[in-house]
């Protein structure tokens, strides 16, 4: 947080959020002339979402995060770089069946072992999604359409749909799909999979990286002082209430603070900007909360990928990390953290652990000590797209455009942006027009 003496009055520009989106949006601000951006955050650190959690000498993080070293996010923060952690991570998925097999898809185990009876439901399948279409009116028909109703269920992607979402395929809806499940039809579809099968494995053209062991925190601090070294400055940890706008000019109470700024960009959630501006809140905006588990443990896991995905038909977690494949082991014990959509436990931390506890035993996983260390919980993870909510969100983003607030990023332009790539990306364009002129 920064000093009391330090002149909070007038800014350039101020940034709700620090975030990825909001840390770019203050170097593209800082690029485009502002002399001073102050940037406020109710968290006391930055990154936003980007969360690790210390509990003894285990260090686990809420989420996976994989970085890479070509991510347009190192052209503003060029010092972050250094601080990853090179890794070679693997990506596995838990099958109806109860095997581990590759994600998303594994031509051996979901074809080739299927047999010509399976082959030919499969095939029958997607040839009746394509001779017979109907209109795409969510995720299930985007799916189904690409690669047939029997591999969606076969495959265990329905599943891990409704357990991503806490809702059905069905009730999600399609523009979403369209934006965020090409992958289905890119990896997916019968044309590819034969295609990857026939080629050979292309190199990767850059390197994967994780953050640094000392956690998330300490990587952005590095980024926090860039940014401070060339202008900005950072109010951390204090409570946003309200935002007044008098003229040309917006007024943020937070905390016993009031500062002004003529240009107002926000990162934080759509709705809690809506509520500062005393804007009545879109309500069916609803969002994903996560509960994150951590576990140490110590005997055979069952599997050798670093990251894994519940694709079978029990169990409410969607995916487990394995952090000790990527800092190596603690005190000779793996570590890794379990994601948990809350809606699947009713929001009980205790139901969550004792459902995972159950689901991984009956198929044969984690067979050993295996200690829950500890727990998170995270409110606003990711949005959920159902009842048209792409177009009330943006119907919302230009209600407070008129406003005169600029709203971006994950949690302001509620969209599910995967990566710190996606985000920065899409905070360069949503800037890229905009200009910030001097008081």
């Not at 996976?64 to 601080?83: C, G, K, N, R, T």
């Not at 038909?313 to 570590?335: I, M, P």
């Not at 942006?417 to 920065?424: V, W």
Request: glycine share 8%.
């Amino acid at each position: 947080m920064i000093a009391d003496s330090v002149n909070l009055d007038r800014f350039d520009a101020i940034v709700l959020g620090a975030g990825i989106s909001g840390l770019v949006a203050t170097s593209i601000l800082l690029q485009q002339g502002a002399q001073n951006v102050l940037v406020v955050d109710e968290y006391s650190h930055c990154g936003g979402n980007h969360i690790d959690c210390q509990i003894g000498d285990y260090t686990f993080d809420v989420g996976s995060y994989i970085f890479q070293d070509d991510s347009p996010l190192l052209a503003h923060f060029p010092e972050l770089l250094p601080l990853y952690v090179p890794i070679s991570p693997s990506w596995g998925r838990l099958t109806p069946y109860g095997i581990v097999t590759h994600y998303p898809i594994s031509i051996r185990d979901d074809l080739f072992l299927a047999g010509p009876v399976e082959w030919f439901r499969i095939l029958s399948s997607v040839l009746l999604a394509r001779l017979i279409p109907s209109q795409m009116a969510n995720a299930k028909d985007f799916a189904t359409f690409w690669i047939g109703a029997r591999l969606f269920d076969r495959s265990g992607l329905e599943h891990y749909v409704d357990r991503f979402y806490g809702v059905p395929a069905e009730k999600v809806d399609i523009k979403f799909a369209e934006k965020r499940m090409l992958w289905i039809k890119e990896h997916a579809t019968l044309r590819n999979l034969v295609r990857k099968l026939m080629s050979p494995p292309s190199p990767p053209t850059n390197r994967q990286l994780a953050r640094p062991r000392e956690g998330f925190a300490y990587l952005y601090q590095r980024a926090m002082e860039r940014l401070e070294g060339r202008g900005a400055k950072f109010l951390l940890g204090t409570k946003l209430d309200r935002i007044r706008k008098e003229d040309e000019h917006f007024t943020i109470v937070a905390g016993n603070r009031e500062v002004a700024c003529r240009r107002l960009i926000s990162t934080i959630p759509l709705t809690s900007t809506q509520r500062l501006c005393g804007i009545a809140p879109e309500d069916d905006l609803h969002t994903v909360t996560l509960i994150s588990l951590f576990y140490s443990f110590s005997g055979a896991r069952g599997f050798n990928q670093s990251i894994l995905y519940n694709f079978s038909n029990q169990g409410a977690w969607k995916r487990l990390t394995v952090h000790s494949d990527f800092y190596g082991r603690c005190r000779g014990r793996e570590f890794f953290a379990v994601e948990v959509n809350a809606d699947g436990v009713g929001g009980d931390v205790a139901e969550a652990e004792r459902d995972f506890r159950e689901h991984v035993a009956r198929n044969g996983l984690f067979a050993g000590d295996l200690q829950l260390e500890g727990s998170h919980t995270l409110g606003n993870a990711y949005p959920i797209y159902t009842k048209n909510a792409d177009d009330r969100a943006r119907k919302a983003i230009a209600a407070l455009r008129a406003f005169g607030i600029e709203s971006i990023g994950r949690q302001g332009g509620f969209d599910y942006q995967p990566t710190a790539r996606d985000s920065t990306v899409k905070a360069e364009a949503a800037l890229r027009s905009g200009n910030c002129s001097s008081q």
